[in-house]
């Protein structure tokens, strides 16, 4: 029996056999999670975990987008309307949903046929299936913005192979679906014409079992090619230059490597880096850093002390003026203050990193989590 949602409710579910299908409906806005949204979805996977008559989730977006992040834009709006708190609320219910899908005790399909930034890498990294197509683009292209790369990033960025999760979330680097698999962000490729074959597939399989339901993905699944001029061909000099300890010394790594040879991949690399948020680049690579010896919920927790700071703007109120640039005006020229990386100084790094000194914050508390499968526990 198949049952959805009205048109109108921003995830439209199906129900079939022992499989539930969520779909991301905010089409013209590039499904963008709103709150509407992230509260919707983890209602969904809370309730689909308690029923035993549910064995699989399968999510994916509709039109042309998986989701293209969290729908920043309303968090602004909130904030300059009333109070920081009001986008505090956004991102609480958001990391909870991430942290909810990274233990989740059920196998979760993610359908990356399409856009899929920010938090909507957020919604799909963290479970256990990641199918990319070849209208797969990813990114996370957050300190163009004045943020960083949050929804758990710095956990499933620093487990890259080498240096390659600092590259991507330092300068927001374009992933398409041969390279999200190359690297790890996806589990499978699947040409999008075999998409409703493999759905169908999945639901008759009845299974929670995670080698049957990767045994069937795989029926379908390919080993594309890598675009001559893919970044993960250039994996050495990546992780030569940005395993480097700070955001000026992976800059002059790269610049000496300009000096040598006349390479455009590295001049746009540098151009990204000298565009981006000073501020912003320099807790991105700390947060990274710290991710790689931390599980999903600490990376959680200390990302969202990071974004109420952010959103408090005592230290520097990049992210308003980023998503004016980008979001609001569009011109595309924002003004960064700190202007200069050498501006941006250690203790005002540290500022980030802290809790926020308001008597009614408090730190993100996780739920607790029973039946966390094995390969979930290893998360932890």
Not at 156 to 185: H, K, N, Q, T
């Amino acid at each position: 029996m198949a049952s959805s949602f009205g048109e109108t409710d921003q995830v439209l579910v199906e129900e079939k056999s022992s499989t539930r299908i969520f779909t991301l409906n905010r089409p013209k806005q590039l499904n963008a999670a709103s709150f509407t949204m992230v509260s919707r979805l983890l209602e969904l996977f809370l309730a689909c975990e308690e029923d035993p008559s549910v064995k699989l989730i399968i999510l994916k977006g509709k039109g042309r987008a998986f989701c293209a992040g969290g729908d920043v834009a309303a968090v602004v709006r909130d904030i300059t309307q009333g109070h920081w708190k009001l986008g505090a609320n956004f991102f609480r219910r958001e990391f909870i949903l991430n942290y909810v899908m990274a233990t989740y005790s059920k196998p979760q399909v993610s359908i990356l046929n399409g856009i899929v930034m920010g938090g909507g890498a957020g919604v799909s990294i963290h479970g256990r299936f990641r199918v990319a197509t070849e209208n797969s683009l990813f990114a996370m292209p957050e300190t163009a913005l004045g943020l960083f790369p949050d929804v758990g990033a710095s956990y499933f960025l620093s487990r890259l192979p080498g240096f390659f999760g600092e590259y991507v979330g330092l300068i927001g680097a374009r992933l398409d679906g041969a390279e999200m698999l190359a690297c790890g962000l996806a589990t499978h490729f699947v040409l999008s014409e075999k998409l409703s074959l493999l759905e169908d597939a999945l639901c008759k399989a009845d299974s929670s079992d995670p080698a049957v339901i990767s045994a069937t993905i795989s029926e379908f699944s390919l080993a594309p090619s890598l675009k001559e001029k893919s970044a993960c061909h250039r994996l050495n000099i990546i992780n030569k230059c940005f395993s480097r300890r700070t955001i000026e010394e992976i800059i002059l790594a790269l610049e000496r490597e300009a000096a040598d040879k006349e390479d455009e991949w590295i001049s746009s690399t540098i151009q990204s880096l000298k565009k981006a948020s000073p501020t912003s680049l320099k807790i991105s690579l700390r947060s990274i850093r710290e991710g790689r010896l931390q599980g999903v919920g600490k990376c959680l927790v200390r990302e969202y002390r990071m974004v109420c700071n952010v959103m408090q703007g005592e230290t520097s109120k990049d992210f308003f003026e980023g998503c004016r640039a980008i979001l609001v005006d569009k011109d595309k020229n924002p003004k960064w203050e700190p202007s200069k990386l050498e501006q941006v100084t250690e203790d005002m790094v540290d500022r980030y990193f802290s809790k926020i000194n308001d008597k009614d914050w408090e730190d993100l508390n996780l739920p607790r989590r029973l039946n966390i499968p094995p390969h979930a526990i290893a998360k932890l």
